[in-house]
């Protein structure tokens, strides 16, 4: 098993460009989630899904747009990049028994 | 609103000592607690958890102890191993909402000298 892969590892954007950071995972987990981690800080919830076809917003889902149309995967789209989103994102993904997450090794993404 | 808390940003221990990892949380509905290990460059890894109904749980070197009326859970590793230097995450799930969604703590430095 691959687990949790990110695509791309780097990417530098432009102010108002759009990009969408690419999850997948192979584990056939139920619940998959999107945050972000800012320099000295803990992982802040984006978006997560419970399950295909099913999204909800986490704590900090401005400026960000999620879709869920497959178990395996789970993109998360920037609209119009702002420098306030420069990050590095995690997917992670977890069994709907299990609260252990698993992370994949994440986007670093910077808007200049 | 900081609801799960480690207020070291780092920590410096010797090889074969004991390191202590302390995390505070604010929200009596959390039930649920983890540890996660995270190397520069890459993902967080799962290292133990334990749940609200329990005040211990040991992993061979790793023991989580929660303290549920001081809202206090620290990790301890004994011993520690130039291996242990990473981040160390505290994270916090339970009753909050549906998703299994956590909680994170900013995070502690860990460095093991030889």
């Known amino acids: 098993n691959a687990g949790v892969t990110q695509t791309p590892k780097f990417r530098i954007l432009k102010i108002g460009q759009s990009m969408t950071l690419q999850c997948t995972q192979d584990?056939?987990?139920?619940?998959m989630y999107w945050y972000r981690q800012d320099p000295g800080m803990g992982l802040k919830l984006i978006y997560y899904s419970v399950g295909a076809g099913i999204t909800d917003k986490g704590e900090v889902p401005n400026g960000y747009n999620v879709s869920r149309s497959t178990t395996e995967d789970f993109p998360l789209r920037l609209e119009l990049a702002a420098p306030s989103q420069t990050s590095v994102y995690f997917c992670a993904s977890s069994y709907a028994r299990d609260r252990t997450g698993y992370f994949g090794p994440g986007t670093r993404l910077t808007v200049t | 609103d900081q609801q799960v808390k480690q207020n070291s940003p780092s920590l410096s221990v010797q090889e074969g000592r004991i390191s202590i990892l302390n995390c505070d949380y604010t929200?009596?509905?959390?039930?649920?607690f983890l540890w996660y290990k995270k190397y520069p460059a890459e993902g967080p890894t799962f290292l133990i958890s334990i749940s609200s109904i329990k005040d211990k749980n040991e992993d061979g070197r790793f023991t989580v102890f929660l303290n549920k009326s001081a809202k206090h859970l620290s990790l301890h590793i004994v011993p520690s191993q130039p291996g242990d230097s990473a981040v160390y995450f505290c994270a916090a799930g339970g009753l909050t909402g549906g998703g299994n969604k956590l909680t994170f703590g900013t995070g502690t430095q860990l460095k093991v000298e030889l």
């Open positions: 584990m056939n987990h139920n619940y």
């Open positions: 929200n009596s509905m959390f039930d649920y």
